[in-house]
């Protein structure tokens, strides 16, 4: 089947889906929604997967863009989610999505804050860390080794860092994504190339264990989608429609970092946190020029906004922890935008390293402690009217954790296929492809080049190298209904709001492309 997302494709099967009964509705379209309804629809179970709002629109796309071995959570003891990690970054790089996912350097800089002995530890993680990697089978070829590298080379990759006292950097490498909207979006084309109707803008406004209240958000209309197991994956939001599901939410924030505000950084870094044992602030080169840093850890009281803001104290935070490696100190003016997202992290009350499969009651968050210290081990929770929730993890874990929701709602179906499925795009590319748009579409990116062949004007850039083309693409084939999905979630141009407004002319042309 046809793997092309689009507002006419959209209108057709919402028809379908208010007079079908389906195996499986999966409620949010986040990386982990997404995935078990590629994970289902391959199986064969045919699929509705609804979501408020649009692909990755929650914590999904606020993400570090780390696929990562689990290293930190080596740290705290966590063998079980380390090993997971491992095992689910081999099949990224390798099987799902190489073409999205990649190795990438990083250098914790051995400044006098961090003494001998903690480089040694660290050190010896990173080794641990390298040992996963071998056992989750990733060849050494896709993913470096650690070593230590001297002063002189750690400035080479890194110029910003202060040179004085730095006796010189750990080098070690994990795995990246390019941009996490844009996975999503590859799962979500991937499932409906399976069958699966993958509906955007559309509500679910109560869940039952066979299926569902919606609305569609576009026209108000409201009807019932049918289905013989229902999956709740809306992350931060579950226990908005599970009300047994009680999480404690924490959020991230990152900055964006003007182009060239770290100089020529050709590595991302890990700034330790002063007073933390494992904790680093993470600094990222983006291919547009931009720098992500991050990333806070903090409680989140009250209500659960759709899109979480900023807060300056941690903008400010951020820059003082970036400040203690850096020879010169950043300023707010560095900083051209920043985003938070929120985590649903889980009760860690069960040390085991199992994934639970319980009632509900245990998703009850503990009430004390920093979350920084929960567990990012996901659960998969059943309540009383049968509907099945999936929450906590993280994005590189996105397909174990909806291959465990699928198991746990359809245990009668056939087993997963989704550890070796490729994802749209992760066919050979052409010779004489241009590399931006190869590390973004991979074998598609042929397809966009031919369109700008066809029509010279869509080659014009439009912001960060980004072409008229693929916002065009983007409404014909990844599902964009608006504006916002083609500047914030297709395309991470949103993230700077100069940017935006001189973008938003030509996003408003490409709808008109549908």
């Not at 250098?107 to 961090?114: C, E, G, H, N, Q």
């Not at 390019?178 to 509906?199: K, M, N, W, Y």
Request: proline content about 6%.
């Amino acid at each position: 089947m046809n793997s092309s997302l689009n507002a006419a494709r959209r209108l057709w099967e919402l028809g379908e889906a208010r007079t079908d009964v389906v195996d499986v509705l999966v409620v949010g379209l986040g990386a982990t929604g997404a995935g078990a309804a590629l994970d289902a629809a391959s199986r064969g179970l045919s699929v509705a997967a609804v979501d408020a709002h649009d692909l990755a629109f929650g914590t999904s796309r606020w993400s570090s863009k780390l696929i990562h071995g689990g290293l930190r959570y080596l740290a705290s003891g966590q063998v079980g989610v380390a090993r997971e990690s491992a095992v689910e970054r081999d099949a990224l790089l390798r099987f799902t999505a190489p073409h999205l996912v990649s190795a990438h350097p990083y250098l914790l800089p051995l400044t006098p804050a961090v003494p001998r002995a903690r480089a040694a530890t660290v050190m010896a993680g990173y080794r641990l860390g390298d040992a996963l990697r071998a056992a989750a089978g990733t060849p050494r070829r896709l993913l470096p080794g650690p070593t230590r590298l001297g002063a002189e080379r750690a400035l080479t990759l890194a110029p910003a860092l202060r040179a004085d006292g730095l006796r010189g950097a750990l080098l070690s490498w994990d795995g990246r994504v390019v941009d996490d909207a844009r996975l999503v979006v590859a799962l979500a084309r991937t499932a409906a190339a399976h069958g699966a109707r993958i509906l955007t803008r559309c509500r679910a406004l109560t869940l039952a264990g066979d299926g569902a209240r919606v609305r569609d958000e576009l026209t108000g209309e409201e009807f019932d989608i049918r289905a013989r197991a229902v999956i709740n994956a809306t992350g931060v939001w579950a226990g908005g429609l599970t009300p047994s599901v009680a999480l404690r939410p924490s959020r991230g924030t990152h900055l964006v970092l003007r182009p060239g505000a770290l100089g020529a950084l050709r590595a991302g870094l890990h700034v330790p946190i002063p007073g933390e044992r494992a904790r680093f602030a993470l600094v990222l080169p983006q291919a547009d020029g931009r720098v992500y840093a991050g990333l806070t850890d903090e409680p989140l009281d009250g209500p659960i906004p759709d899109v979480p803001e900023a807060p300056e104290s941690d903008v400010a935070f951020l820059l003082e922890v970036l400040g203690t490696a850096l020879d010169r100190p950043l300023s707010r003016a560095d900083v051209a935008g920043a985003f938070a997202g929120l985590r649903p992290l889980v009760d860690t009350t069960d040390t085991t390293d199992t994934t639970d499969t319980t009632d509900t009651t245990g998703a009850r968050a503990s009430a004390g402690g920093p979350t920084a210290d929960l567990s990012r081990r996901h659960a998969v929770l059943r309540s009383p009217d049968g509907v099945v929730t999936v929450v906590g993890g993280k994005l590189t874990t996105y397909r174990r954790m909806a291959e465990d929701a699928v198991d746990a709602a359809c245990p009668h179906a056939r087993a997963s296929r989704t550890a070796r499925l490729p994802l749209v795009g992760a066919g050979p590319v052409r010779p004489g492809t241009p590399g931006r748009l190869a590390r973004r579409y991979g074998s598609e990116a042929w397809a966009l080049r031919e369109l700008m062949r066809a029509d010279p004007a869509l080659a014009e850039p439009v912001a960060l190298g980004i072409t008229r083309a693929e916002l065009v693409w983007a409404v014909r084939h990844e599902g964009a209904l608006d504006t916002a999905d083609l500047l914030d979630r297709r395309t991470r141009i949103g993230l700077v709001p100069e940017d935006r407004a001189a973008a938003l002319p030509a996003a408003e042309a490409a709808l008109a492309y549908s």
